[in-house]
């Protein structure tokens, strides 16, 4: 089995808004989101990617969130559209990736794109 993510690089914490849909499924209606929980130990990491085209350079900030199986506390999987907080700054959980070490039950870590 893959050893943990070192605890000594998951020295941040996020708070989660987990999306619970919209109320009676129409697009106008408000999202409802739960209650935040704080999700310690966890990395984010800052992406700056760059989109040109023929008409202008587009600069799209994103980040990247690694939650940890052993160390992230707790550990779950995000839900896409939700939020997270962080730094004062709210983002959409826009990509949930899971990736497995040698035990196909349960992932190794996610990592979470954040728009």
């Known amino acids: 089995m893959a050893k943990p993510i070192p605890l000594k ?4 914490s996020v708070d989660y808004h987990e999306y619970k849909g919209s109320d009676d499924g129409w697009d106008g209606d408000p999202d409802s989101y739960a209650e ?3 999700i310690e130990n966890v990395r984010v990491e800052p992406i700056t990617l760059i989109a040109r085209n023929n008409v202008r350079d587009d ?3 994103q980040s990247v969130v690694f939650i940890d199986r052993t160390n992230s506390k707790p550990f779950r999987k995000p839900v896409e559209r939700s939020k997270m907080s962080f ?3 709210d983002y959409e959980v826009n990509n949930v990736k899971a990736y497995y070490d040698e035990n196909p039950d349960q992932p190794h ?5 954040l728009k």
């Open 36 to 38: 935040a929980i704080t």
């Open 9 to 12: 690089l998951l020295f941040h």
């Open 109 to 113: 870590h996610y990592e979470v794109i």
């Open 87 to 89: 730094n004062g700054i």
């Open 59 to 61: 600069t799209e900030g």
